[in-house]
């Protein structure tokens, strides 16, 4: 089956500018995560959406940056007026309702902010 | 979540067994441990986890020692294809999301 969907795979864009970033989770996953990775670093954690409850957004590094997510299906993450310490690659993740299961992870959104 | 400890870096020759440790000596009763791999620019692939028992499956061994103070990924059969960067996570079921450390990075050589 399909997996975690990640668009645009490539996005470049000019310091000051708002983005976009969409997560297309595995169909069925309730649980829905963004993570980052500098180049040459490990991940950090950004935020976590599971069913309804409200967001773990205790990753979140500035109130630039935010997200949504639609029911138990696609998110997006926002990061308004872009700077230059935002370029990283943006992965998204779900997993199913209990919280032992693993994640599955995207192949991210290589972020460029010139 | 508790913190792990894992080796920055590994050799391992084609077709030897890869074993990968990691120290967790605080972690809880309630904690699992995950391992999972980062092949260059992709994004992270779960392996395998467990609570205490000891775990298999096609891709690994997990060997979680009887204080789960540590633990040790086994690739039965090491590839080229298994050169990557290895993460041995500590996750509480309650906190939900994972958090990674800087991960092993394993070579295989020919």
């Known amino acids: 089956g399909a997996g975690v969907s990640q668009s645009p795979s490539n996005k470049v864009t000019e310091k000051g500018k708002d983005v976009e970033l969409r997560c297309d989770p595995i169909?069925?996953?309730?649980?829905l995560y963004w993570y980052r990775q500098r180049l040459g670093q490990g991940l950090e954690f950004l935020i976590y959406?599971?069913?309804?409850?409200?967001?773990?957004k205790s990753g979140l590094p500035s109130d630039r940056f935010s997200a949504e997510r639609t029911g138990e299906s696609v998110s997006t993450l926002t990061i308004q007026r872009t700077q230059q310490e935002d370029s990283a690659v943006y992965l998204c993740?779900?997993?199913?309702?209990?919280?032992?299961?693993?994640?599955?992870f995207g192949n991210g959104t290589r972020l460029t902010v010139t | 979540d508790a913190k792990t400890t894992q080796p920055t870096s590994m050799d391992c020759a084609e077709g030897r067994a890869a074993n990968l440790p990691c120290n967790h000596s605080t972690i809880s009763g309630n904690e699992y441990v995950y391992w999972y791999r980062q092949i260059h620019s992709q994004g992270p692939q779960y392996i395998i986890h467990g609570l205490k028992n000891n775990e298999t499956n096609e891709m690994a061994s997990l060997i979680i020692t009887e204080d789960r103070k540590s633990s040790t990924l086994i690739l039965p059969h090491a590839t080229l294809r298994d050169t990557a960067v290895y993460y041995c996570?500590?996750?509480?079921?309650?906190?939900?999301?994972?958090?990674f450390g800087q991960g092993t990075e394993l070579s295989v050589k020919p």
């Open positions: 993740a779900s997993s199913w309702t209990g919280r032992e299961s693993p994640l599955h």
């Open positions: 169909s069925g996953h309730t649980a």
């Open positions: 996570i500590v996750r509480a079921l309650e906190s939900g999301k994972l958090i």
């Open positions: 959406f599971q069913g309804n409850s409200a967001p773990d």
